[in-house]
């Protein structure tokens, strides 16, 4: 589908800049930056159930598989030998909002979120002229918006001009509701940047999914890859046959209803609206039509993977690549906007 095509310029190529994705995942950024005329000199990710995916998808750039602490500032250096580069982008783990903020400890102090110093260190080493990181978007207000100040701190202390939003893809032809924070920083020089202006139409998820090939619970298409159903038990499928259009629980006879778990699973995708986040377990959330969870592919089409887009591995091992990426469609405008911006020499 044509939502789904990116096409690059002409314009795109007359210099062709220089990229490294730290915490690359599956690659939604590298794809951005590919698309976007960037060479990714070298991306890092330490699982190597990730690693299948990056390296079938983009096999002519050298990924590091290994934990990034292990990096020393001259591997570092040696990594990069004679290039330069114009930017480094990533989206490091965050998983330390619960204790920051409690009896006087800083967000950085938190041994969990080691790895926003890990990001901080390589562009302290490799010194872009531009960096992007990407997070959840609680990151803004957590701990009333003074873990965010102390990460832009922690730029500013090596130079870096910063500024931030938070963008939903939706708002970017991405048929997802997906909020997260940017952060993008420009060495010694003041940041100028513009955040690139909403789409004023939204794409649903009907707009993404409806052209691909029916299937029922179990099967799989023999034509598009990753589009295979999950294999439903019948009481499941019982439960959800009631559930219609956009509709939730609820509607679920009340002797069959679950009792408790997340609101948000047991419900069907509006096919009118764009899909809600795509996280890395949707099993229970189920085609606004086909009485079953959504394929690896239809979740990836939410994400604006292109269907030549292969991921590998297991079924969860596969949803979780998919929703722990960035949608490549959302960082191409980004990465668009950076060029123009901030990289046009």
């Known amino acids: 589908m044509t939502i789904y095509s990116i096409t690059v310029t002409r314009r795109d190529y007359v210099k062709q800049l220089t990229a490294i994705d730290l915490f690359c995942g599956a690659g939604g950024l590298t794809l951005g930056l590919k698309e976007t005329g ?39 250096i040696e990594s ?9 982008v990533g989206g490091p783990p965050c998983q330390g909002f619960s204790i920051a903020g409690n009896i006087g400890r800083q967000f950085l102090d938190d041994d969990r979120n080691h790895l926003f110093k890990e990001f901080v260190r390589f562009v302290d080493v ?66 100028t940047f513009i955040f690139p202006k909403e789409i004023p139409t939204r794409l649903t998820i009907f707009d993404a999914i409806e052209d691909l090939p029916p299937l029922k619970s179990g099967e799989e298409s023999t034509s598009i890859p990753n589009h295979k159903a999950m294999n439903h038990t019948k009481q499941m499928l019982d439960k959800m046959s009631y559930v219609t259009d956009g509709g939730d629980r609820t509607q679920i006879p009340e002797h069959l209803r679950p009792k408790s778990g997340d609101a948000r699973k047991y419900i069907k995708y509006n096919s009118k609206k764009p899909a809600p986040t795509v996280t890395g377990d949707m099993r229970k959330i189920f085609h606004y039509k086909q009485n079953r969870a959504l394929t690896p592919r239809e979740l990836a089409r939410l994400q604006s993977f292109p269907d030549s887009f292969i991921f590998k591995g297991s079924s969860i091992n596969v949803q979780q690549k998919i929703g722990n990426a960035v949608p490549p469609k959302l960082a191409k405008t980004l990465f668009l906007s950076i060029k123009e911006q901030l990289l046009n020499e």
């Open 38 to 76: 960037f060479k990714t000199l070298f991306a890092i990710d330490f699982d190597p159930q990730f690693s299948e995916t990056f390296t079938y998808n983009f096999p002519k750039i050298k990924l590091f598989v290994e934990d990034i602490t292990n990096f020393t500032d001259e591997k570092i």
């Open 126 to 191: 490799i010194k872009p002229k531009v960096f992007l990181m990407e997070n959840v978007a609680s990151l803004a207000t957590h701990n009333r918006g003074k873990s965010l100040k102390e990460i832009i701190k922690a730029f500013e202390n090596i130079n870096y001009d910063v500024v931030y939003k938070v963008l939903n893809a939706a708002d970017y032809g991405v048929p997802q509701e997906r909020r997260r924070i940017f952060i993008i920083g420009t060495y010694n020089q003041k940041n």
């Open 80 to 88: 990069v030998g004679d290039n330069t580069i114009d930017i480094i």
